[in-house]
């Protein structure tokens, strides 16, 4: 059963979906027909032909996904009302939550104490295939530490185990494999399941702060130098290096990094922060949560990298333009050029004006090219005439 034929009948099969819901969750049982996955893989960043590079989407059958979406509800529910819920620090798969809020909240809190001297050292953590290795024991251990039910560890536990998947590629699919370990990606339980799990993780990072989006985890400290930070750092991820042993998580420390944060000219040489004996390359600059951050915060690379997609969907939008009505053109406009303009614009707005000049730039030209107006014309009559 396609989601698409889902939608067309649903009127007819809401009630044996809701009947078969509720007769496996009163069971504690997950059918095991649902357990079956196609693997795809999408790519990620760096070398196209290394194999890591690559995250697994499991295609799972779309009835499987209702359910899993009732008991997500449930859960959420009760980690809203008790007094076990996820930390504070978990800004990923929450409701008012998002990659905004979390970007907001860490860059907020860097400035503030860079305004009070010193330097501020982060590690951005990088766990090899964080869904994959989750221990489904462990898991279990550590939800029932969030004062679920019986009933409900023993429907986790039937969810978790017994689980089968193969690989697509090029509409050819690999055998079948069972496996024991991780939880599905692309599931609707999968992240929740994997913030619980990593949940613990600030308790074991004294003298620091933790972020955390899912497994994309920052941890950083505020000292008065860059050396002092990162002799503060080292100091942290020896207990952060025991907590992933014991959780049967692994770091990639070649992915794993380190910033400071400063608002002196940075030093010809950067102090090192060592993870298990391993010296952690230190960049002037990376991509967290989709915004390219700096040691300055400047944004001037975030911004460059939003002007060079902008411009391309720009070309292509002036290339077929006309060929567009103007409901099909704003749909187009909305979609392809103002996400890449606003996406996260709370934690990079307050750059300087010249740093931002060349996205008002690039703005005003989409408004024109959206209604076949020379540059010369008021880009404010625009803004009325479609209501943005």
């Not at 990072?205 to 933790?210: D, H, K, L, Q």
Request: glycine content about 4%; some cysteine; charged content about 20%.
């Amino acid at each position: 059963m396609d989601s698409t034929f889902l939608k067309n009948y649903k009127e007819s099969l809401i009630g044996p979906i809701t009947k078969v819901t509720n007769t496996y969750i009163g069971l504690d049982v997950f059918p095991r027909v649902w357990k079956s996955a196609i693997i795809t893989s999408i790519f990620k960043s760096g070398d196209p032909a290394d194999v890591s590079n690559y995250r697994p989407i499991s295609i799972l059958p779309v009835v499987s996904k209702v359910v899993e979406k009732c008991v997500a509800e449930q859960l959420i529910a009760h980690l809203n009302i008790s007094p076990f819920t996820l930390h504070s620090m978990q800004f990923g798969f929450r409701a008012k939550h998002s990659t905004e809020t979390a970007n907001c909240f860490l860059l907020e809190n860097v400035k503030s104490k860079m305004d009070k001297g010193g330097a501020v050292g982060a590690v951005f953590l990088d766990l090899r295939k964080a869904f994959d290795t989750v221990n489904h024991e462990i898991l279990i251990t550590k939800l029932s530490k969030f004062n679920f039910s019986p009933d409900a560890l023993r429907w986790m536990k039937s969810y978790l185990e017994g689980r089968t998947q193969c690989v697509r590629a090029s509409n050819e699919l690999s055998p079948t494999r069972s496996y024991d370990v991780g939880v599905p990606q692309g599931s609707i339980l999968g992240p929740l399941l994997f913030s619980l799990y990593i949940n613990d993780l600030p308790s074991v990072c004294t003298g620091s702060e933790v972020q955390m989006y899912a497994d994309d985890t920052v941890i950083y400290v505020h000292a008065k130098s860059k050396q002092q930070a990162a002799q503060e750092l080292t100091t942290v991820m020896v207990q952060v290096t025991k907590w992933l042993s014991d959780s049967c998580l692994h770091l990639n420390e070649k992915k794993t990094v380190c910033m400071f944060f400063t608002k002196r000219a940075t030093d010809a040489t950067e102090p090192d922060v060592y993870v298990s004996g391993e010296k952690l390359q230190v960049v002037s600059d990376l991509k967290y949560l989709g915004i390219i951050l700096d040691s300055n915060l400047s944004f001037k690379k975030h911004v460059k990298k939003v002007i060079q997609i902008t411009k391309f969907n720009l070309a292509n939008f002036r290339f077929i333009r006309n060929c567009l009505t103007t409901e099909v053109a704003k749909l187009y406009f909305k979609s392809m050029i103002l996400p890449h303009l606003t996406y996260c614009l709370t934690s990079w707005a307050q750059a300087c004006c010249t740093t931002l000049k060349p996205i008002q730039s690039v703005y005003k030209q989409a408004l024109k090219v959206l209604d076949r107006k020379p540059n010369s014309h008021p880009r404010c009559h625009i803004l009325r005439k479609h209501e943005l």
